[in-house]
């Protein structure tokens, strides 16, 4: 994934998994496009991070700022995979 949407929530009352449903609605409801993957940073999972979310792949990255989900399309139309993220 080479594009995608920096989502921001440090609310430590809600889970997760809540936390990354809620970014994949806001990105489709902006966007159009329903997001397929979503890094995270390892820590912000808690040691809990789920795989998927409905539909949506969900890895870690250390590149990706604590409390912050990036979001976007993993691959093209064609089936062509993107560069993943470190």
Request: proline letters at 7%; charged letters at 20%.
């Amino acid at each position: 994934m080479d594009i995608g949407m920096l989502w921001l929530d440090a609310d430590p009352r809600v889970d997760v998994g809540a936390k990354i449903a809620k970014a994949a609605t806001y990105y489709r409801d902006k966007y159009g496009r329903t997001p397929t993957l979503c890094f995270l940073h390892p820590a912000t999972g808690g040691g809990m991070c789920p795989n998927r979310v409905g539909a949506l792949e969900v890895r870690t990255s250390r590149s990706v700022p604590p409390h912050h989900f990036w979001l976007g399309v993993g691959q093209t139309e064609g089936g062509r995979a993107l560069r993943q993220a470190a």
